[in-house]
C-alpha cells in the first residue's frame, strides 16, 4: 500500500506508517536537522527508514506529479505552531499555516484515505471557525480556493456546497482528541487526529478504542502491588497511597471491573537505562546528561511512577518543566534525548541528529510511534478488507 507523508518531522508518524504496512513514495520534510537524521538512519540501515525516498525542501514546492501511480493513504502533521498553547496563537494568518498544503495533497492525490494530527488547540473555541474550515476542504478537496479570495468567503462557498442537494463529500471525515497514554505510550500526550475515507469506497470506520487506562494503573499499583513487584521496588522505598486516590482505588478492588492495561509510566519507559549523570560515558546513543534544569511554578518535572508530562519542542530552546524528570527524592533533571525517544515509542535503534536542543525539538514535535501504528493499522485493515471485498465482486462480475 502506497503512502505519502507529509510535514515528515523526526518521523514518528511515518515510523507508525511504515509498520501498519504502508510504502512510503515520497517522504516530505524541510527542516534540515530532521533530514539529516533520517539519512544519518539510512545510512546505518536503521529499518524502519531505509528505504524512504526522502524529499528535503518545501512542502508547497513539492511535485506530486513525480510520484506515479496510485497512492493508497496520504498523511503528516502540518506544523502545530499556529495552533500551539504555547506558540503565538495565530492560526490561519501564521505563516506557517500548512493545512492548505495538505488539502492540496489530498486534491493532486486522491488518496483512498488520509491521516493527520495537529495540537489540542486546534480545537480551541477561538479556532472553532477555522478548524470547520478545515474539515470542509478535506471534505471537497475539489473546490478550491479561488485567487484572491478570503478565507472566510471560500468557507461560505463550501458550506453552501456542503449543504446543497449536489454538495455529497469527496472524503468522509471523522476527528478525535486522543490521548496517546490510552493506546500505550508512557506520555500523557493530547492530540488531533482527522481521518478521512473517500465516499466512493463505502468505508465504515471509528477510532480504535482504548486499551490502556490510569485506573489500570492505580490497580496496579495499589491493589495487586505488580507494578512496584515488576520494579523491584521494595515494600519500604513504596510511597503510599496518595489520599485524593484513596476512593478511586477503593473502588478498583472489585476484580469484576475491566480496566484494560496499565498506563505506561517513565519508569517503564526508562529503568533499564542507566542514570546519565551518574554514569556519562555510558556508550547509549543520546543518552548525554545536561545539567541545568530547575523547578518552577507550573514546571516542575515529570515523576518517575506515572505517564511523562507532554513533551514540548519549545520556541527558544527546550521548556523546562515539561521535560524534565522529577525524581521520588524531589530532585530534577533534563531527560536526555533517548529518554525522550523512549516516551515517544522511538526504537532505539534510531539515532538522532543535530545540537541537544534541536533533537528534543524534533522530539518534541514528534507523533509518537505506537499511537502512530495503532491508528494507521486501523486504517489500514479497514482499507484492505474493502478493498478484498471489492476485488471480489469484480471476480463474480466477470
Known amino acids: 500500500m502506497r503512502s505519502v507523508e507529509l510535514f515528515a518531522g523526526a518521523g514518528g508518524l511515518a515510523m507508525g506508517m511504515g509498520r501498519a504496512g504502508f510504502n512510503h513514495a515520497a517522504v516530505i520534510e524541510w ?67 500548512m493545512f492548505p498544503q ?26 472553532a471557525s477555522y478548524f470547520e474550515y478545515i474539515h470542509l476542504q478535506l471534505s471537497h478537496p475539489e473546490l478550491m480556493r479561488k485567487k484572491g479570495e478570503a478565507w472566510e468567503r471560500h468557507c461560505g462557498r463550501l458550506e453552501r456546497h456542503h449543504t446543497s442537494n449536489k454538495g455529497a463529500a469527496s472524503y468522509n471525515v471523522v476527528y478525535r482528541l486522543l490521548n496517546a497514554a490510552d493506546h500505550g505510550v508512557p506520555q500523557r500526550r493530547e492530540r488531533v487526529f482527522l481521518v478521512g475515507f ?24 495499589w491493589v ?11 515494600k519500604r522505598n513504596r510511597p503510599t497511597i496518595p489520599l485524593k486516590l484513596a476512593l478511586r482505588i ?14 505506561r509510566t517513565v519508569r517503564d519507559a526508562i529503568a533499564d537505562l542507566p542514570d ?57 533533571r533534563y531527560f536526555t534525548a533517548r529518554e525522550a525517544a523512549r516516551l515517544q515509542t522511538f526504537p532505539d535503534d534510531y539515532i538522532f541528529c543535530g ?15 505506537r499511537l502512530a501504528e495503532v491508528i494507521a493499522g486501523s486504517v489500514a485493515a479497514s482499507l484492505r478488507v474493502k478493498t478484498e471485498n471489492l476485488m471480489g465482486l469484480d471476480c463474480n462480475a466477470a
Open 224 to 234: 495487586t502491588g505488580d507494578y512496584w513487584e515488576r520494579h523491584r521496588v521494595a
Open 355 to 369: 545540537s541537544w536542543t534541536e533533537t528534543m525539538r524534533q522530539l518534541g514535535n514528534a507523533v509518537p510511534v
Open 250 to 263: 477503593a473502588r478498583l478492588r472489585d476484580d469484576d471491573i475491566f480496566t484494560g492495561l496499565p498506563w
Open 31 to 97: 527542516n534540515h536537522d530532521s533530514c539529516e537524521t533520517f539519512r544519518f538512519n539510512q545510512q546505518n540501515h536503521a529499518h524502519d527508514v531505509e528505504q524512504w525516498p526522502l524529499f528535503e525542501g518545501d512542502a508547497r514546492a513539492f511535485d506530486y506529479g513525480t510520484i506515479g501511480g496510485d497512492v493508497m493513504v496520504v498523511s503528516g502533521g502540518p506544523p502545530c505552531q499556529p495552533f500551539s498553547l504555547g506558540g503565538k496563537h495565530r492560526g490561519h494568518m501564521d505563516e506557517r499555516d
Open 198 to 221: 473517500r465516499s466512493d469506497l463505502g468505508v465504515e470506520w471509528a477510532f480504535p478504542e482504548a486499551t490502556y487506562s490510569e485506573e489500570a494503573l492505580l490497580r496496579d499499583m
Open 276 to 332: 546519565p549523570e551518574k554514569h556519562p560515558r555510558n556508550g547509549i546513543a543520546n543518552h548525554v546528561f545536561n545539567a541545568g534544569a530547575r523547578s518552577y511554578p507550573g514546571h516542575t518535572g515529570s515523576p518517575l511512577d506515572e505517564p511523562a508530562k507532554t513533551l514540548k519542542a519549545g520556541d527558544h530552546g527546550v521548556p523546562g518543566g515539561e521535560n524534565m524528570l522529577l525524581r521520588p527524592n524531589g530532585s530534577v
Open 102 to 127: 495538505a488539502v492540496r495533497a489530498v486534491r493532486e492525490l486522491q488518496p483512498k484515505a488520509f491521516i493527520f494530527e495537529n495540537v489540542k488547540g486546534l480545537l480551541r473555541q477561538t479556532f
